[in-house]
């Protein structure tokens, strides 16, 4: 049996970059830039057809979906991009996320883009249809953008569930179909908006990421711009769980993949200083769902760190011990071999990193 390889795919700024090693994460070989110059807003390995998915966007030449079937050597555009009907009057600005369907579901992808809409795909990324039941919520006219924009920003399969789905927007809130797609229920009960008159509307939180645990539909966790959250009847209701972090600011947000109660986030000074609080790039690991929390140091700059991490900088592989990745807005990407004890840099000086995504390889 060939060993396991591991792909961390790094979206940045300017260029898509492919970093490959064996199970023991010991010696790493990169690959890129791709897409020199475009912004890679997230970049995924879809197991189920060997693709490397990504979102390509240029402030000038505009957006599209992109795959490569072979890790970069050739790149392979979708024949009908993500596009707006004329008559709504939208301008697509933006391709932020691609998420996989289920692996018994071979050809279905999603894409979540800005103005915030989610699109789907029925033919393995070739082409792509707006999903109107969420375009045409009731609510939808007075969505509100955070700082990045109107951004459907992430996309969370039931994987017992095929009917069942979530998406956060920034800044509308958290919205569940039970229906395929059809129909979408807001789900932000006791969820913060301190920017608002009112403090826990039904919709209108700016979600930052959001995580499904392992194992367990029902548990969802979620970084927002006013803390941290958990919930255990699938968004039905939340419970802040913010109390034991610096901050209740930040974008990045793990759920380790065989560890139901083991997440991670990295805190950040709030929204008019978006760094680490002390100047120190802290990694928090709670393994409690939320109870308590962890501060891992160990190879991370702790003095005078001005970095930044994005809501898709955060990543782990499924080996065991797991492989954590963090990508910074300074250019530096870290790792670690043991699920957050001890850190190195895996590549630095690259441009201001967008996504991080890690995947096996068989």
């Not at 995924?44 to 030449?61: E, I, K, L, M, Q």
């Not at 993949?257 to 990295?266: G, K, M, N, Q, S």
Request: proline fraction near 7%.
């Amino acid at each position: 049996m060939a060993e396991k390889q591991v792909l961390v795919t790094v979206g940045t700024k300017k260029g898509l970059f492919f970093y490959s090693s064996g199970a023991d994460r010991g010696k790493w070989k990169g690959s890129g830039p791709f897409h020199k110059g475009k912004e890679i807003n997230h970049a995924v390995y879809d197991s189920r057809s060997g693709n490397v998915f990504a979102t390509v966007n240029d402030p000038w030449f505009g957006c599209e979906i992109s795959r490569t079937p072979d890790l970069g050597k050739n790149w392979i555009s979708a024949k009908e991009q993500p596009k707006f009907e004329p008559a709504s009057g939208l301008k697509l600005e933006r391709i932020w996320h691609i998420e996989p369907g289920l692996p018994d579901s071979l050809a279905i992808l999603y894409a979540g883009v800005a103005p915030a809409t989610l699109f789907r795909s029925e033919d393995g990324g070739e082409s792509w249809h707006e999903v109107k039941g969420l375009s045409q919520h009731p609510t939808r006219s007075k969505w509100q953008p955070g700082g990045g924009g109107m951004c459907l920003h992430t996309i969370v399969l039931d994987p017992t569930d095929h009917q069942r789905m979530f998406v956060a927007v920034s800044a509308a809130g958290t919205f569940r179909t039970d229906d395929g797609g059809k129909s979408w229920n807001p789900v932000n009960r006791n969820k913060r908006a301190d920017f608002l008159p009112e403090k826990y509307p039904e919709w209108g939180q700016c979600i930052h990421k959001s995580a499904m645990a392992p194992g367990n539909s029902s548990l969802l966790y979620e970084q927002t711009h006013c803390g941290v959250y958990r919930s255990e009847n699938s968004g039905d209701s939340w419970t802040e769980i913010t109390e034991g972090l610096p901050s209740d600011f930040g974008f990045s947000m793990l759920v380790q993949p065989r560890e139901a109660a083991t997440i991670y986030v990295v805190p950040l000074q709030g929204a008019n200083f978006r760094c680490p609080p002390a100047g120190k790039l802290r990694v928090y690991r709670s393994r409690d769902g939320g109870k308590s929390w962890q501060p891992l140091t160990r190879g991370l700059p702790q003095r005078r760190a001005f970095c930044a991490t994005y809501r898709e900088s955060f990543s782990a592989d499924s080996l065991d011990p797991a492989g954590i990745y963090l990508g910074t807005n300074t250019g530096s990407l870290f790792y670690s071999r043991d699920e957050g004890e001890r850190w190195k840099a895996l590549a630095e000086n690259l441009p201001p990193i967008y996504s991080v995504s890690a995947a096996l390889l068989e």
